[in-house]
């Protein structure tokens, strides 16, 4: 059995900051690619930052500059760092992880989700 288990999120005033965590727990062998996704209240679910096993990033242009990926593969733990918050990243975010396990193979799990409302 395998679990993402994200922390963090709530409500921020616009400008201010929060970091985002999400650790994965269970009988893993190997974790690829993590990743960040949020979804807006009528909107598609959208990438918002994913990290390679090597520590490679990719952000998307709506948030760069802004947000910081990173992992912590000791912990198997991601963590998504956003700064200059603005009403629009108002979302549920969700972290997302291909993982390798010892029984059932490789597949993408998914966080539980978080609020995250951005709001004065």
């Known amino acids: 059995q395998v679990q993402l288990v994200q922390s963090g999120g709530g409500t921020v005033q616009p400008g201010g900051s929060l970091r985002l965590s999400c650790a994965a727990s269970?009988?893993?062998?190997?974790?690829?690619?993590m990743g960040w996704y949020r979804q807006a209240p009528s909107k598609q679910r959208e990438l918002v930052a994913s990290v390679t096993s090597g520590g490679r990033t990719n952000i998307t242009d709506s948030v760069k500059g802004r947000a910081t990926i990173s992992r912590d593969n000791a912990k198997n733990t991601v963590y998504l760092q956003m700064n200059s918050l603005k009403a629009e990243d108002t979302a549920v975010y969700s972290c997302?992880?291909?993982?390798?396990?010892?029984?059932?193979?490789?597949?993408?799990?998914w966080g539980q989700g978080t609020q995250v409302t951005v709001s004065s």
């Open positions: 997302n992880a291909w993982i390798a396990t010892w029984r059932n193979g490789a597949s993408y799990y």
């Open positions: 269970g009988s893993i062998r190997d974790i690829g690619t």
